[in-house]
């Protein structure tokens, strides 16, 4: 049996908790953001790849098919990215194409760089499933 079927439990939880903390993360005011350091595109994009990444890892957890989990990540991921930038003005942060734009490119190095290592080393197959 696959170690992530095993704990998918565990890999769901994980993808809940970094999500909710993302959330809360991206939607302090402004003025109580601490300086990390970074451009604000870097963390978009650092950001959504560690996203990307846990919530592909709970998709391939419960089984979900090559095709159908990259999907489901891609469209998943745009449209929450989108829908983060868009309330991020409620609470007096910036919103910008360019940050969406690092998000997309984030998630798209998650799941290429996460299918390649899947393939390439075949560390992740799914469970055949009966028709």
């Not at 910008?96 to 190095?109: F, I, P």
Request: aromatic share 12%; net charge positive.
């Amino acid at each position: 049996m696959n170690i992530l079927r095993r704990w998918r439990w565990c890999v769901l939880a994980v993808c809940i908790v970094t999500w909710t903390s993302a959330f809360v993360a991206t939607h302090i005011p402004a003025g109580k953001v601490p300086d990390t350091g970074m451009q604000d595109t870097s963390l978009h994009l650092v950001g959504f790849l560690g996203l990307a990444g846990v919530f592909w890892f709970a998709l391939a957890a419960y089984g979900n098919a090559t095709r159908r989990r990259i999907l489901i990540v891609i469209v998943t991921m745009m449209i929450y990215g989108a829908l983060d930038e868009y309330t991020q003005a409620y609470f007096h942060r910036d919103t910008s194409a360019s940050d969406w734009l690092m998000d997309v490119l984030g998630t798209l190095c998650a799941v290429a760089l996460l299918e390649a290592i899947s393939r390439l080393t075949g560390w992740w197959r799914p469970a055949p499933r009966g028709r």
